[in-house]
């Protein structure tokens, strides 16, 4: 007998894939409105791909095997590999800026856990070539639009912004010695998870002065007109300036709309990776993971060995995004049925019935019939049954009845 | 540096992406005025799921390996398994007939040959519980009538049609031992593949009397007036009619037009696999491999561990479909460029671009607009180059200017 699918893999019968097509079509409707194109690489990479990026601990989390041609091959566990790899061997060639998007199927090996899968599918866009904040504007205008459209609103969701060169200046001017800062920035992307007590002793392990574990401990709550007053000079002071402009620049571009926007210092991602503006979005009830997440990863595409090139993308996952949609209800679509329902009497030859639905069919509407003759009561419990929203009978020559 | 995607498998850029695209939305457009709904399995199944229906021979040709929890898994080589077990396990709670199609993207690890891939994407489209010819020919129309929709003519395809069943009579009214048929069968499939002596030798060895050989190496060109005249008793006799009443189905669902169709006794599919009526469409030029192919395959599911219930489908893969419009110039898509340029002047804040390409996006239109400030003439040079419909600069406040 059929045991079903692998552990951490979806079955999509047709109403679970009404509901990812819900998704993915708003997910392209979206980018699209923000020009962004729509490109796509293999699921299958070499390994190498991954561990170049991210050394050899990622493998443990990796689909990864050895093919018939004795190549180390992974499932793709994330795009950006992908993209550099696809941007560089073009680099020349590609009108500047890049603006791509995608939705693979990502794969992860990860220790199973309730509700946890082992894939995803997951937009993927970037804006490649393009220094300025505009570019992380129209990034984060995207993300939050996408949501917007999914039918949720800023009491629901909030992008929560920073910006590391920001956070260490903040830090700098609290008496956080340098050697401290990567320690420190490891508690403050636990904070949300731990006890205040937890944290305030791992950073006085730090050395860091009492008076500033106060602030530290609420990070979270630094608003901007804070940031512009503890940092008033040198390069950090250039850059509050330029995340001002930046916050100005997405509220014009969600139209004047600043309320799914705020300063968050707390937010860290990938140390290693991001160079500038970061963000997340959540749901505001805390109850689930991350909506989407990106930010700026200028040095990325360099160190992957491809063309130096300023850069920076975001990935929203099918999965979080579907269990919000479902707990607010948003989340309704029903697979299709059929446009019309057409139905024959005991007398009319099954040709006949054929003959008319290729007709609607050469009209673009979609059309089911009974492929054995049947009585016409049932024909019409069948068309119920379908979802067909018209049901029509062939004896009307003229076409429709409701 | 970047050595290029695996051997085999596809890079996507913005172009080919719009051309997969192209031939998907026939696909899906043409699927749904067929009243077909769309569902998806997962890309990664057991190993079983594959070499229980073909035998250990198939793990050859499959992207196999060992999964961390010690799981002989492997990347889908063909949807049929996916489905059967998916309809398996919820065989009762389904409408019948099950109309579902899907377009996976499959995996074969196939020596290496010029333009052969090892992953392409495949329309399959499957419809269950129903044993009645209307059936086929609905699953035969919907092939078709994807070929009609991307552009190509009856002049450039054919659907070849057989019935193993009337092959059978056929070949035993020409004096084929019954203990010969499977070989014939075999040689008949490689027919066009093969030298007209090197295949009238084989049937001399396997008995068959030597006025049918002549017959047989010709069998092509038998047509249903001749299968009228040879077969008019018994069993066969009946599904001699049911064929008609087939071919006349499918010619009704087409508008009427026969053109598509041509009986060809010699198109053989999987033995082990089909049970009555099958299909093959090609390019009549023979330059091409087959565009699409599938039949009936009654036993299957049971076969498989399933219910028991009788199933027909076809499959169709983007590449040869792909070649073949290229080659008559029906693929032509380009990746969408934005509906608008948005271009301030000199004097305008890049604020004031963006509250305007928000307004328009809400409006659902694409916007794309120069990240930093440009010249006029220099964002007139970007919009061309990138494709957008209409370039509107932000000083014509009533807004459209071509």
């Known amino acids: 007998?059929?045991?079903?699918?692998?552990?951490?893999?979806?079955?999509?019968?047709?109403?679970?894939?009404?509901?990812?097509?819900?998704?993915?079509?708003?997910?392209?409707?979206?980018?699209?409105?923000?020009?962004?194109?729509?490109?796509?690489?293999?699921p299958l990479e070499p390994l190498e791909l991954y561990t170049r990026k991210s050394g050899e601990e990622i493998v443990g989390q990796l689909y990864n095997f050895v093919d018939k041609g004795d190549r180390e091959v992974a499932l793709r566990p994330e795009m950006t590999p992908t993209v550099a790899r696809?941007?560089?061997?073009?680099a020349n060639a590609l009108r500047k800026p890049v603006r791509w998007f995608s939705m693979p199927q990502l794969f992860r090996y990860e220790r199973q856990q309730k509700g946890r899968l082992r894939e995803h599918y997951q937009l993927n866009v970037d804006l490649l070539g393009e220094a300025d904040v505009a570019a992380d504007a129209e990034l984060l205008a995207c993300a939050v639009d996408i949501v917007r459209a999914s039918g949720l609103t800023s009491n629901d969701v909030v992008a929560r912004v920073s910006d590391r060169r920001?956070?260490?200046?903040?830090?700098?001017?609290?008496?956080?010695?340098?050697?401290?800062?990567?320690?420190?920035?490891?508690?403050?992307?636990?904070?949300?998870?731990?006890?205040?007590?937890?944290?305030?002793?791992?950073?006085?392990?730090?050395?860091?002065?009492?008076?500033?574990?106060?602030?530290?401990?609420?990070?979270?709550?630094?608003?901007?007109?804070?940031?512009?007053?503890?940092?008033?000079?040198?390069?950090?002071?250039?850059?509050?300036?330029?995340?001002?402009?930046?916050?100005?620049?997405?509220?014009?571009?969600?139209?004047?709309?600043e309320s799914w926007l705020r300063l968050d210092l707390s937010i860290v991602r990938g140390l290693a990776?991001?160079?500038?503006?970061?963000?997340?979005?959540?749901?505001?009830?805390?109850?689930?993971?991350?909506?989407?997440?990106?930010?700026?990863?200028?040095?990325?595409?360099?160190?992957?060995?491809?063309?130096?090139m300023p850069a920076l993308g975001f990935g929203m996952g099918d999965v979080v995004l579907g269990e919000l949609l479902r707990?607010?209800?948003?989340?309704?679509?029903?697979?299709?049925?059929?446009?019309?329902?057409?139905?024959?009497?005991?007398?009319?030859?099954?040709?006949?019935?054929?003959?008319?639905?290729?007709?609607?069919?050469?009209?673009?509407?979609?059309?089911?019939y009974a492929l054995r003759p049947q009585s016409l009561s049932r024909q019409k419990k069948a068309a119920q049954a379908s979802g067909a929203r018209e049901f029509v009978t062939l004896s009307n020559d003229d076409g429709r009845n409701g």
Chains 1, 2 share one sequence.
Do not use: C
Request: hydrophobic share 45%.
């Open 1 to 42: 007998m059929f045991k079903g699918a692998l552990p951490g893999f979806r079955d999509f019968y047709p109403q679970e894939l009404a509901e990812r097509a819900f998704i993915m079509r708003t997910w392209r409707d979206v980018a699209r409105r923000y020009a962004f194109v729509e490109y796509d690489g293999p």
């Open 86 to 90: 696809m941007v560089a061997v073009r």
């Open 166 to 257: 920001i956070l260490q200046a903040i830090l700098e001017s609290l008496g956080v010695p340098p050697s401290a800062l990567a320690g420190v920035y490891g508690i403050i992307d636990k904070l949300e998870r731990t006890p205040v007590a937890v944290s305030a002793e791992k950073l006085t392990a730090l050395d860091v002065p009492a008076e500033a574990i106060e602030r530290i401990v609420t990070i979270a709550n630094v608003d901007f007109a804070e940031v512009q007053s503890r940092v008033t000079s040198g390069a950090a002071a250039t850059q509050v300036e330029e995340f001002g402009r930046y916050m100005r620049y997405v509220a014009a571009l969600l139209g004047g709309d």
């Open 273 to 308: 990776y991001y160079t500038g503006i970061v963000f997340e979005v959540f749901d505001r009830s805390g109850e689930f993971r991350a909506i989407a997440g990106g930010g700026r990863y200028d040095t990325l595409l360099a160190s992957l060995g491809g063309a130096g």
């Open 327 to 368: 707990a607010k209800g948003l989340l309704t679509p029903a697979p299709a049925g059929s446009d019309i329902w057409l139905a024959g009497t005991e007398h009319d030859p099954l040709e006949r019935v054929m003959r008319e639905a290729a007709r609607l069919r050469a009209d673009d509407r979609s059309v089911e």
